[in-house]
């Protein structure tokens, strides 16, 4: 993981608020966080879905140290679609010399290409709709964790 510690904690997001709570909550806790999307959405969503996520909230929250982690499976095209959109980091499982060859790619555009899935610390899928207010708190919860 780019710019966290290998035992950054690992919170699953689904929409901006997500992020914006998790950003938040790491930011005020002076702890680096890992954002990482549903798995697949690279594939159902897009890079442009995640960027468009992950943007406005690292403006939000400036101070906070985020790496971010775009699940796209096992699809190799979406992976490579992901690298091209200039996505910070990709998760990619699949055939080993597929992989290889787009951790080639990845590494001449910047991007984190990880072959394994990360194991959240919190996955926010069942606060989908929940309160800026309950989102931090879940956040903060599993931070301090």
């Known amino acids: 993981m780019a710019c966290t510690e290998a ?10 608020a997500h992020a914006v ?7 005020a806790a002076a702890r680096p966080v890992v954002l990482l999307s549903a798995p697949a959405a690279g594939v159902s969503a897009g890079a442009g879905w ?3 996520i ?3 909230a690292r403006r939000a929250v ?9 699940d796209c ?15 910070e980091g990709v998760v990619l499982t699949g055939r080993p010399e597929v992989m290889a060859r ?22 926010l899928a069942s606060q989908f709709f929940a309160s800026p207010e309950a989102l931090r708190e879940c956040c903060a919860i599993a931070l301090a964790s």
């Open 7 to 16: 035992y950054a904690p690992v919170i699953v997001i689904h929409r901006l």
């Open 62 to 70: 400036p101070q906070a140290l985020v790496t971010t982690l775009l």
């Open 102 to 123: 787009l951790a080639e790619i990845a590494v001449q555009r910047g991007v984190n290409l990880v072959f394994e899935r990360p194991v959240a610390t919190l996955d």
């Open 21 to 27: 709570a998790a950003l938040s909550e790491a930011a």
């Open 54 to 56: 992950i943007e406005p």
């Open 50 to 52: 995640f960027r468009e």
């Open 73 to 87: 499976g096992d699809d190799t095209g979406m992976a490579q679609a992901a690298i091209r959109a200039g996505v």
